[in-house]
């Protein structure tokens, strides 16, 4: 069961270290995953290591190396210690295409991470996902919502039925208040909001540990 913690852009380097302390370790069968912003991401994958955790990022180019100012490659977040990368996060439509999605999902993979490929609608694994990707694919249908989405359990069948092995995630709107009427339904969730406080975090993780 994976617990991805996604910071967005939120945070100092004070608040993920202090958080990072008061996080309790990963309980059996949960693997957690935290992804911060890149500035904050060098040297806390050992203190994550020592928990339990992996570390992860919330993007990557979709281009191995060169001219791309301002972008980060995905075997630079490897070299810093990262093993996870979110792409094709639903907050970034507006900047990416499918395609692009792919390709950083494929760069992540050439690199030894693992993306964590975000999709919107049943139709975008087959524009995302190669079923022979080692990944994770998470479902987040509305940004910024807190209701789960009606027939949540029929969309995870539909959901896991199309992903073959690949374990599938939900993510939007998740809390310690709502994760026992879905937890059986995924392999994992993605949680924003409710992973920025390590009271709400812990919650969320041993509730997964049971
Ligand atoms: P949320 O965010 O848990 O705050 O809804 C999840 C995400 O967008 O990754």
């Not at 967005?8 to 202090?18: A, I, L, R, Y």
Request: include cysteine; proline fraction near 7%.
């Amino acid at each position: 069961m994976f617990l991805i913690g996604n910071w967005k852009m939120h945070g100092s380097f004070n608040e993920v270290t202090s958080f990072i302390e008061e996080v309790d370790k990963a309980p059996a069968g949960v693997d957690p995953v935290l992804c911060f912003p890149f500035p904050y991401l060098k040297n806390l994958a050992l203190l994550l290591r020592a928990k339990g955790y992996n570390l992860g990022a919330q993007d990557c180019s979709d281009k191995p190396l060169g001219p791309f100012t301002g972008q980060v490659s995905a075997s630079m977040l490897k070299d810093i210690g990262c093993n996870y990368v979110i792409v094709g996060h639903p907050e970034r439509a507006s900047f990416e295409t499918d395609e692009q999605v792919f390709q950083k999902a494929e760069r992540a993979i050439e690199s030894g991470l693992t993306p964590i490929i975000c999709i919107t609608a049943l139709g975008d694994i087959p524009k995302r996902v190669s079923l022979s990707f080692p990944c994770l694919i998470a479902y987040e249908p509305a940004v910024g919502s807190n209701a789960l989405p009606s027939d949540l359990e029929g969309i995870a069948k539909q959901l896991k039925e199309s992903a073959g092995q690949i374990p599938v995630l939900y993510g939007g709107g998740v809390n310690p208040e709502n994760l026992k009427d879905i937890v059986l339904w995924f392999d994992g969730f993605l949680v924003g909001r409710a992973s920025l406080n390590s009271t709400s975090w812990n919650q969320l993780l041993n509730e997964l540990g049971h």
